[in-house]
């Protein structure tokens, strides 16, 4: 597995660790149909809850959460109306933003609760 990769499950089991932590219920990791993906789909408080995780060993050229620009966001809300129909669901969805800065297990990690809004397209 390339080093980049390796960062990024770390980062992704970091985030799911302090999800469950903080009382969240995860529902699925890495969600795929089609070329759709979501990093994280979870529970709390009869909500669904997409998280996309950003993992960077530092953030000196720019935070993690810039890398979630408008199509990425406009990829998210399609990968979430899918993953909503295909599994039925009825209850509110929130698009948080995970950020896992650092290296070898030792994470710094941000929670952006309603990071964004889907966009009306």
């Known amino acids: 597995m ?10 992704e089991d970091a985030a799911a660790a302090y999800l469950e932590s903080k009382g969240y219920t995860l529902r699925h990791r890495n969600w795929r149909k ?11 408080d009869h909500e669904l809850i997409v998280a996309e995780v950003k993992t960077r ?7 993690p959460q810039e890398a979630v620009d408008k199509q990425k966001i406009r990829h998210l809300v399609i990968a979430a109306d899918a993953y909503i129909k295909h599994f039925r669901i009825d209850a509110p969805v929130r698009f948080d933003i995970i950020t896992v800065v650092g290296q070898n297990g ?10 964004f809004y889907p ?3």
């Open 2 to 11: 390339a080093i980049h990769n390796k960062l990024g499950k770390n980062g």
């Open 57 to 63: 060993t530092n953030n000196l050229y720019k935070e």
């Open 119 to 121: 966009p009306l397209f």
């Open 34 to 44: 089609n070329r759709l993906e979501l990093d994280i789909v979870a529970e709390k």
């Open 106 to 115: 030792k994470f710094h990690i941000e929670h952006i609760e309603n990071a």
